[in-house]
């Protein structure tokens, strides 16, 4: 029973189902037509949701645009007024530290005059070329007088040396320049003569056991190590002078002749200064440009009188014939001396007035090493290294290289004749011609009648050297031999050379004696990896760089600044020392820590190439705000245009870190500035302005709108020698295009 009754249920359901999949024609129409009205209404309500969303989007933007016209209207309205404030600030600042500079060269002047201490003044011309003159003729040899001498001299060129950056006459500069050549040859004179004088009493002080003679002299201007060949074993291999970390490898032929090998370090490089000189080309500047030059006295091209070592016959052909270069000697000089400069804002003031905008975005912006010029088609005389030679790839170019640690002069000589003593007599050959240079590669003609094969050639000398503990090398440093017919610095003709990390030392042979140099990358330390200018209290600010291959900061406290590092090898004479800007960038320089820019800095370096004039406003406005905002470097810089910088700002006080949550960005440009609504973590660049902000045509007005009245009065009190030394450094570094 209750079987039949489920099969005809389920009978009933596949007779129902058939009776359902046949639809009449009608129904069939009638499905279709309800679809249809179905699928044309719901197009009808996205048609007109679309039309509501469209006209609420474009009620947006209209709202959007005309608020953005009203915020532009309100920033015209008040521009002008924000550029006389910015331009006063600015003027009033200069206008009294171009005052101070003033008084203090001329105090400078009076306490010179006043020293009474026996030494000439520098930029009288009778009492310095009374001092030449006495000097040349003094026929003391004694080397702890004359290394004091020498000293004494040293001091004369450090002076003329700032007198030629604050000249501006082209008579009186030549005169300085001339001056200066002397004095450099005078103290290559001197170091011959000593020389001279220990060589002729070497036999009265040669060592029992080797049987040579070897001393060493310093002070702390010269490394002074002397060799002489006495015994002539040719079993001899080479002498290390271990009290300074120099040493020699000598070939037989030269350990069986009478000479004497002399390794002079000066701490300082007179030869670089000549090469770049002499391979200097004038060219007249159609643009202003933040980029800072060298002073660099104006020398020649001719060779050295036989006889002369490198080390003194360059040096005289460069007086002989500074007159000849009166024309290329333009040398641009320091911004803090620079009474000509007009501020940025002025500028860009002419060009949102309507005016053309500066065609040419491949114009670089000033360092403290170079005059702002004035805003004419025509500016100051810039040079640049121009290398003539074929072989130009052994060149060294000085743009790009930068010589550390001094110049090595290693000499070879005639060892002149020793004194005998016969009968209680002491007899002493004189030769009238003095220190003379042994000839190496030796002649062919006088090692063509050797039967010893090793005669036949002349094998490479070798040398070692121990970096100089003044220098710190960041990378492994490069060596390069002084070519004395070209003046310049060549790196063809060394071998074998090797450098131990751990030890510092490193060693290479050369086919004959040069003069050379350790040099490391000028721009090694280029792009920097971020910075950041944080304010430490009124008057003071700690700027901080990570860089390519060394983090530091440098704080700032009035005019002095101080280096801050965790590497403290080769720069514990400066580091934590407090020092005017100009100093410490000199130091820094010379002690292979370089992160200042100048006019050639673009050619070996990537960067954003950022507007001249825009950069120079935001780094003029910054420095007058940091004694109460915190700026910082920015990803999005890269990727707003030329035309704009993108920088992370924010009110800050203390020598707390800033906390990431303070920052927000902000955009500059030629015409105004604005707060950003993209943050750091943003997913792309956008240029939409912040929420409930307005426009500026200042950046300082701009930070004003959020700025506590503390942080205000902070800003408004700060010292003008204060904003020029943060400004200065700024200028020089150029963050904002070098990161």
Request: negative net charge.
């Amino acid at each position: 029973m209750v079987t039949w009754t489920l099969e005809q249920g389920g009978d009933a359901k596949k007779m129902s189902a058939q009776k359902a999949g046949k639809l009449s024609k009608a129904d069939r129409e009638r499905l279709q037509k309800e679809e249809e009205e179905r699928r044309q209404q719901e197009e009808e309500e996205a048609r007109l949701q679309a039309e509501k969303e469209e006209q609420e989007r474009l009620e947006r933007e209209r709202k959007k645009q005309e608020e953005l016209e009203r915020l532009e209207l309100k920033d015209q309205e008040r521009r002008e007024d924000e550029l006389n404030e910015l331009r006063y600030l600015l003027e009033e600042n200069h206008t009294a530290v171009t005052k101070w500079k003033t008084d203090t060269r001329e105090k400078a002047k009076w306490d010179r005059y006043m020293r009474c201490d026996g030494s000439p003044d520098p930029s009288v011309q009778q009492d310095i070329n009374t001092y030449i003159s006495l000097w040349r003729d003094d026929p003391e040899a004694n080397i702890t007088l004359v290394l004091k001498q020498c000293d004494l001299t040293l001091q004369l060129i450090e002076e003329l040396d700032g007198l030629l950056e604050d000249v501006r006459d082209p008579a009186e500069r030549q005169q300085y320049q001339e001056t200066l050549l002397c004095l450099q040859e005078l103290i290559h004179d001197k170091h011959r003569l000593t020389t001279e004088e220990i060589l002729t009493k070497a036999s009265a002080n040669s060592d029992i056991e080797t049987g040579n003679m070897q001393t060493v002299v310093k002070n702390d201007s010269i490394t002074l190590c002397l060799w002489a060949n006495l015994n002539k074993n040719p079993r001899f291999k080479g002498f290390h002078f271990e009290e300074v970390g120099l040493g020699f490898e000598l070939p037989k032929q030269l350990a069986v002749s009478n000479i004497a090998v002399r390794i002079l370090h000066t701490h300082y490089d007179h030869l670089s200064s000549l090469a770049r000189t002499t391979h200097l080309r004038t060219q007249t500047a159609s643009h202003r440009s933040l980029a800072g030059g060298e002073e660099v006295p104006p020398e020649t091209d001719d060779s050295p009188e036989q006889g002369e070592t490198e080390e003194e016959g360059e040096v005289k052909e460069g007086r002989e014939s500074s007159m000849q270069h009166q024309g290329a000697d333009e040398e641009v000089q320091s911004i803090q001396g620079s009474e000509e400069r007009k501020s940025a804002v002025s500028v860009l003031s002419v060009r949102s007035s309507g005016q053309k905008p500066v065609e040419d975005q491949e114009s670089k912006i000033q360092t403290q090493m170079e005059e702002l010029s004035g805003e004419g088609d025509s500016g100051p005389a810039l040079e640049e290294l121009v290398i003539d030679s074929g072989d130009s790839a052994q060149v060294v170019d000085l743009m790009q290289y930068t010589p550390l640690g001094g110049v090595f002069y290693w000499d070879v000589f005639h060892l002149l004749p020793q004194a005998r003593h016969v009968k209680g007599w002491e007899i002493r050959q004189l030769l009238n011609t003095g220190l003379q240079v042994f000839p190496y590669p030796i002649e062919e003609s006088k090692i063509q009648g050797s039967e010893d094969s090793e005669a036949l050639s002349c094998p490479p000398v070798g040398v070692s050297v121990t970096l100089p503990d003044s220098v710190l090398f960041l990378e492994n440093p490069q060596v390069a031999r002084w070519d004395a017919a070209g003046k310049q610095w060549r790196t063809d003709g060394i071998t074998e050379l090797s450098y131990e990390a751990a030890e510092a030392k490193i060693a290479f042979k050369m086919d004959s004696f040069h003069a050379f140099v350790l040099m490391q990358d000028t721009y090694a330390n280029l792009p920097f990896q971020s910075w950041e200018l944080q304010p430490l209290g009124q008057d003071s600010v700690l700027f901080t760089v990570n860089a390519a291959l060394i983090d530091l900061s440098i704080t700032i406290q009035g005019n002095q600044c101080m280096l801050q590092s965790e590497q403290e090898k080769g720069l514990s004479h400066f580091l934590g020392k407090w020092m005017s800007g100009p100093v410490l960038q000199r130091a820094m320089v010379s002690a292979g820590i370089n992160i200042f820019v100048n006019e050639h800095t673009d050619k070996y370096v990537s960067t954003c190439g950022k507007d001249p004039l825009t950069e120079h406003a935001a780094y003029e406005q910054m420095a007058l705000l940091s004694s109460a905002c915190a700026f910082s470097w920015s990803q999005w810089n890269a990727k707003c245009g030329a035309e704009h910088l993108v920088m992370q700002v924010c009110e800050h006080r203390g020598p707390s870190p800033v906390p990431k949550a303070s920052w927000s960005l902000y955009l500059l440009g030629a015409q105004r500035s604005q707060k950003l609504q993209i943050t750091e973590k943003s997913e792309a660049f956008s240029p939409e302005l912040y929420p409930g902000s307005e426009f500026h045509s200042t950046l300082v007005h701009m930070l004003r709108d959020n700025m506590s009245a503390e942080g205000i009065v902070r800003t408004r009190e700060s010292h003008y020698l204060y904003v020029d030394t943060v400004q200065s450094l700024l200028c020089a570094t150029r963050p904002l295009t070098y990161s």
